[in-house]
Nanobody
Framework: QVQLVESGGGLVQAGDSLRLSCKDSGRTFSNRAMGWFRQGPGKEREFVTAINWSGSDAYYADSVKGRFTISRDNAAKTVYLQMNSLKPEDTAVYLC?????????????????WGQGTQVTVSS
């Protein structure tokens, strides 16, 4: 059974940084690509970034490219999201997701397990 628990969210000012973590309690973490999605107030869920099973490939939404970095530690069964130069439009609930396959994907339908999310609020 896969259970994903996110942490690290909070209230910050524009230009600040945050590091989100997502820990998997299951046994198949190293076999799965992982992704981060976000859902802002009144908005649909959107892709942020994904990383393949080994950490050798990562994919980013244009809106976060150059500011956010995804990484993973398979021994610790944890995926991270380093967010720099945060903007008010980054305000959202950030959700971690585990894919059914090895490669990362932009498509939320490729992900079979989801965390509860962690709130990130960026004030101007």
């Amino acid at each position: 059974q896969v259970q994903l628990v996110e942490s690290g969210g909070g209230l910050v000012q524009a230009g600040d940084s945050l590091r989100l973590s997502c820990k998997d309690s299951g046994r198949t973490f190293s076999n799965r690509a992982m992704g981060w999605f976000r859902q802002g107030p009144g908005k649909e869920r959107e892709f942020v970034t994904a990383i393949n099973w080994s950490g050798s490939d990562a994919y980013y939404a244009d809106s976060v490219k150059g500011r956010f970095t995804i990484s993973r530690d398979n021994a610790a069964k944890t995926v991270y999201l380093q967010m720099n130069s945060l903007k008010p439009e980054d305000t959202a609930v950030y959700l971690c997701a585990a894919s059914q396959g090895y490669s990362g994907s932009y498509n939320p339908d490729e992900y079979v397990y989801w965390g509860q999310g962690t709130q990130v609020t960026v004030s101007s």
